[in-house]
Every structure is written in structure tokens, then in C-alpha cells.
């Protein structure tokens, strides 16, 4: 059964600073990872998608690796803002197409 | 292009009576699934539809659950006589037809359910 943990469970930093997320999985045949930004009574919206066969994606502040043998994740937040401020899932994709989901690490960016 | 609609926003019902929740997929996307979040939890997995068909449904719950993607219309979560447990926002996603372990699945805003 796959578990996806992610540490710290919340995080509070100072506007500026980078900063580091991770998530990790127990099994390590997936098809996919996926960050998610999600912010108080909304819905999901999807950061980044690291495929398999992939070692790292990054959109603009955000870059994710994806280390499938130790079946580790983590998404570094460059140069952070208050407008950071939110949970971040992360989830792994095995097979039939359903998506494993961590508890999420609630970030705080203070200004 | 709308994203994934989904209604009603918040729903409140009290104990013992049904609750109906609808999505509607992206344009072109034939893939619905359904997710749970219980407060404090993250994100679960419930059921997994294409047109007419339940694909995986191995995270609903056996009794009091279903859930339906009709032809038409659509996809609904139905969750009979309900229960204070049952009080949790409800995500649906969807995804293009011919989705392979490469796509991502894009999430509505959510039904927050709360049960009285």
C-alpha cells in the first residue's frame, strides 16, 4: 500500500527566505508526482508534475525533484512571498490513474 | 476553457437525509474521479469513472455511497442517510480521454459538506 509522508507538517518563514518541502513514498513504482498549492476553502491547484523518468521540473520560483529510488520529492520555494502562503500536497500516481496524497505542510511567509 | 465545475459550493444537511453533489468535467475530459478531505486530513481517493462506467471504486465506502457519470450530464455523488462522519469537502478531477500515467488530473474548487 502506498504511504506518502510530507515534513514539516507546517512551516513559517520570513519573506525572502528559500525554502525546502518534502514528501516521500514508501513504494517507489509510480508513474508520477505531483505538487499542489491549495489555499484555505478552495480547490487544488497543480504546481508541478515530475514524470518517472524525470529527475526535476521548475516553473518560475519553484523547482521539484523526484528521487524514485529513495522515494523522495522535494519542492524548493525560491525568494518567498506572503502570496505563498498555503498548503502543499504532494501526490504519487501509481497505477489506475488515482492519485496518493500526503497530509500536506502548511507554509507561512510573514512579511 | 471553464475548469471543473462543481455544485453546490457548501452543502448542509442533517443527519439521516441525502446529499447530491455534481460535477462538471473540463471540456473534452472523459475521466472523473472523486476525492475526500476530512478535516485535518489530506486528500482520499474515492472512485474512478469514465462515461457510463466505474473504473475504481475502491475508496468508497461500501454502503451509503455511489457515484454515476452518465452519458449526459453530470457526474454525481450521492452519500444516502448521512452521517456527522460525513461532514469533509469533496474534490472532484478530471482528465482528457486516452489519460496515461503522465497527465494531470485538474481539481474543482470542492463541495464542503456539513452535516448537522
Known amino acids: 500500500k502506498q504511504e506518502v509522508t510530507q515534513i514539516p507538517a507546517a512551516l513559517s518563514v520570513p519573506e525572502g527566505e528559500n525554502l525546502v518541502l518534502n514528501c516521500s513514498f514508501t513504494?517507489?513504482?509510480?508513474?508520477?508526482l505531483q505538487w499542489f498549492r491549495q489555499d484555505p476553502g478552495k480547490g487544488l491547484t497543480s504546481l508541478l508534475l515530475?514524470?518517472?523518468?524525470?529527475r526535476e521540473q521548475t516553473s518560475g520560483r519553484l523547482n521539484a525533484s523526484l528521487d524514485k529510488s529513495s522515494g523522495r520529492s522535494t519542492l524548493y520555494i525560491a525568494a518567498s512571498q506572503p502570496g505563498d502562503s498555503a498548503t502543499y500536497l504532494c501526490a504519487v500516481r501509481r497505477g489506475g490513474n488515482k492519485l496518493v496524497f500526503g497530509a500536506g505542510t502548511i507554509l507561512r511567509v510573514k512579511s | 476553457n471553464a475548469g471543473v465545475m462543481q455544485n453546490p459550493r457548501h452543502l448542509v444537511r442533517r443527519r439521516g437525509q441525502e446529499a447530491r453533489l455534481r460535477c462538471s468535467p473540463m471540456?473534452?475530459?472523459?475521466?472523473v474521479y472523486w476525492y475526500r478531505q476530512l478535516p485535518e486530513e489530506g486528500l482520499k481517493f474515492m472512485v474512478y469513472?469514465?462515461?457510463?462506467?466505474?473504473?475504481?471504486e475502491s475508496g468508497m465506502p461500501k454502503e451509503r455511497f455511489s457515484a454515476e457519470f452518465p452519458k449526459e450530464g453530470p457526474s454525481i455523488l450521492r452519500i444516502q442517510q448521512v452521517v456527522r462522519g460525513d461532514s469533509a469537502a469533496y474534490f472532484c478531477?478530471?482528465?482528457?480521454?486516452?489519460?496515461?500515467?503522465?497527465?494531470?488530473?485538474?481539481f474543482g474548487p470542492g463541495t464542503r459538506l456539513t452535516v448537522l
Open positions: 515530475i514524470q518517472s523518468s524525470q
Open positions: 513504494d517507489s513504482a509510480i508513474y508520477n
Open positions: 471540456k473534452g475530459h472523459s475521466h
Open positions: 478531477a478530471s482528465s482528457p480521454p486516452g489519460t496515461s500515467g503522465g497527465d494531470t488530473q485538474y
Open positions: 469513472l469514465q462515461k457510463e462506467n466505474i473504473i475504481d
